[in-house]
């Protein structure tokens, strides 16, 4: 759409990432359901390709507004590698990668890959900041991205843990920064990708400012005392009778 309205000059302007539902994530479905999306989009590739969860359905569900314990089974993490490294071959993918992976996940993917995962796609803010993961990446060459990076997901759902924390508003404050700024700078510097979503246009130019200053390595250490806490706990995946029977395993330990 924004080539066809003259917005983007060339398509390599922008950079798309689309994800694969749980749904398909069967050897023998990544690649329709990537075919699917490029239709869908009118594009002839994507720039990153990601596995959406370590989380299978079964292939007649949909599962997207509502996911049923009984529709969920084990997850193949090889198989759907194989097939999202075969996307990458045929130029469907420039990059592929995961998201939501734990270590212990990141470890059984590798042992396999051919095509080692370009970005792992984790929820990081200042209230969960993923340090052992975020090493565990940084030694496989493995680009963290963060989503939900100030906390807030939707109304419905998220927290205020970053936006209203008395640390990061002490740190906006001496600086003449806004409390987003400030945290945004913060991932940016641990090497990590903030994905922000906003609607306001004032808030968007406020999130590119963040790239002509630094925060002081007194500030820096002050995130340390940030209350950490996860805001999606996965719980919804969690079943007795399912491949994932609590969140210690679905999280790799670290719940």
């Known amino acids: 759409m924004a080539l066809q309205l003259g917005i983007l000059n060339r398509r390599e302007e922008a950079f798309i990432t689309s994800k694969l539902w749980c749904n398909n994530a069967h050897h023998d479905l990544v690649l329709p359901a990537l075919n699917t999306t490029l239709k869908k989009l009118g594009l002839d590739y994507v720039d990153l390709y990601l596995i959406h969860m370590p989380v299978r359905l079964k292939p007649e569900v949909d599962g997207v507004l509502e996911i049923r314990k009984e529709d969920l089974i084990p997850f193949d993490i090889k198989g759907t590698w194989e097939a999202m490294e075969e996307c990458q071959r045929l130029g469907l993918a420039k990059s592929i990668g995961v998201s939501n992976f734990g270590i212990k996940k990141l470890n059984q993917l590798l042992e396999?890959?051919?095509i080692?995962?370009?970005?792992?796609?984790?929820?990081?803010?200042?209230?969960?900041?993923?340090?052992?993961?975020?090493?565990?990446?940084?030694q496989k060459g493995i680009h963290v991205a963060a989503w939900s990076p100030l906390g807030a997901y939707t109304k419905a759902w998220g927290t205020n843990a970053v936006m209203e924390s008395p640390i990061i508003h002490e740190i906006a404050t001496a600086r003449s920064k806004s409390?987003?700024?400030?945290?945004?700078?913060w991932i940016v510097e641990q090497g990590a990708i903030p994905i922000v979503k906003s609607f306001n246009k004032e808030r968007m130019g406020e999130n590119l400012e963040i790239f002509q200053w630094e925060l002081t390595h007194e500030e820096s250490q002050k995130f340390s005392q940030i209350a950490q806490q996860r805001m999606f706990n996965g719980e919804i995946f969690i079943s007795e009778n399912g491949p994932y029977k609590s969140l210690e395993e679905f999280w790799d330990g670290d719940p």
Request: net charge positive.
């Open 112 to 114: 396999n890959a051919t």
């Open 179 to 185: 409390a987003a700024q400030v945290a945004l700078k």
């Open 116 to 138: 080692p995962p370009a970005v792992n796609q984790v929820e990081m803010s200042p209230s969960w900041q993923q340090e052992k993961l975020r090493e565990f990446c940084k």
